[in-house]
């Protein structure tokens, strides 16, 4: 009796090559383009693929490998994959607070390069393959997450808010403007933190617009009326990172927008400053927010992981001294014979926070922040040449 396995053997491998060989002439050929792009996460750097993908049209691909040249009927799928590579443009990197974690990420620009792109497609078609790849040149930001990892910048250190709410227009559009002045930028390791000179100049021609500041007793209009909301929210938020203070000074008498009394700091220059060193041995970076609807505003501090547990008093007030008498100034919104409430009256007051800084639950810095506030009459505004301006 003949054994006729072997053959039958045969005969099935020869079926299922037959049948791999149809499967893999149905597959579409495919243009990928590959790249990747990191991440900061709990102190550490990751990197995440990037992949898409396009399908080439089969004849196309027919024509190409029959007459060996790229095809002129391929053109429109590239002009499409150019159009969708080109419209990726770099993003400096940000951290967004995630559910709770903060990350950061950044983008990287493409430039479609289609010489390369169409070599590489005909040389696969030629070759027998299933795919290509895309070519294309990378633009990465300026300020990019390795840029960051490599300063040290891998936590989120510190921050701090304040409320605007209850401020005029101009007193909000003074805000944003140096707000924004101050968002993204890094405070070298040892370097002191300035802000007269980090803010720049303060008028018109930067972008302000005139508003209340507190001047000779009483309110004036200046350029920038509202910017001593910027300073205090920064400031509580480099305090908060444990900070020594080299410069700060309190407002001459209580301020609503900058409760808790005493945790504040006004800048006026170039007589006022604000200036604190960075002495965490690596970069700080600072980034700005707010939230117009809600009023706020806010300083993110990121760095390296400092192992400082920073606790910051609520404040202890004494020496209360009753408000002054009113004072009035300019105000061409008042009709004749009438005033506008500006600024309501102050008790005059001492306030001293005391801030303890820990690490490993040991006191490395224990400090206080006294502010003194005279008292304070109400600003009314009233018309030009009414007499109660010269009581």
């Known amino acids: 009796m003949k054994r006729m396995f072997p053959a039958l053997l045969t005969l099935s491998l020869g079926v299922a090559a037959s049948a ?35 399908v080439v049209p089969a004849a196309g691909v027919k024509a190409s490998r029959k007459y060996g040249k790229f095809s002129s009927t391929l053109t429109p799928l590239l002009n499409r994959i150019e159009t969708q590579v080109n419209a990726r443009k770099p993003v400096p990197a940000v951290f967004r607070n995630a559910g709770g974690r903060w990350v950061a990420t950044d983008q990287t620009g493409w430039v ?63 805000i944003l403007v140096g707000a924004d002045k101050l968002d993204n930028f890094f405070i070298a390791p040892g370097h002191e933190f300035n802000f007269n000179e980090e803010i720049g ?6 972008g ?37 203070i080299t410069e700060r000074h309190e407002h001459s008498h209580r301020v609503k ?23 965490t041995g690596a970069h700080l970076f600072i980034q700005a927010g707010w939230d117009r609807q ?22 202890v007030i004494t020496n209360f001294k ?29 306030s001293v926070l005391t801030r303890t800084v820990k690490v490993d639950g040991k006191v490395v810095r224990k400090d206080t922040l006294k502010s003194v506030y005279k008292p304070w009459g109400a600003v009314y505004g009233v018309p ?8």
């Open 294 to 315: 809600a009023k706020t505003l806010r300083f993110d501090v990121f760095g390296a992981n400092t192992g400082r547990d920073v606790k910051i008093s609520r404040p």
């Open 201 to 206: 100049r303060i008028d018109a021609s930067t």
């Open 384 to 391: 030009k040449g009414d007499k109660r301006l010269k009581s």
């Open 257 to 279: 927008y900058y409760d808790p009394v005493g945790f504040e700091a006004t800048v006026y220059a170039p007589a006022k400053n604000l200036r604190m060193k960075n002495d």
């Open 20 to 54: 791999h060989a149809a499967s893999s002439q149905t597959q579409p050929f495919k243009l990928i383009l590959k790249s990747s792009e990191q991440k900061i996460q709990k102190g550490e750097v990751t990197t995440h693929p990037i992949v898409k993908s396009w």
């Open 322 to 350: 009753a408000p002054k008498k009113p004072s009035y100034t300019p105000d061409p919104r008042v009709a004749w014979g009438g005033r506008r409430l500006l600024d309501t009256p102050a008790q005059g007051m001492t």
């Open 112 to 174: 479609f390069d289609r010489d390369r792109t169409k070599a590489n497609l005909l040389r696969a078609i030629k070759a027998g393959k299933g795919s290509a790849q895309v070519a294309f040149r990378a633009i990465r930001p300026a300020r990019s997450v390795a840029v960051l990892a490599k300063r040290g910048v891998l936590w989120h250190v510190s921050t701090g808010q304040s409320s605007y709410a209850g401020s005029p227009g101009f007193r909000e559009k003074n």
């Open 208 to 244: 302000y617009v005139k508003g209340f500041v507190i001047s000779g007793g009483t309110l004036e209009k200046e350029d920038g009326g509202g910017i001593c909301q910027v300073s205090t929210t920064i400031f509580r938020a480099l305090y908060q990172a444990g900070l020594p």
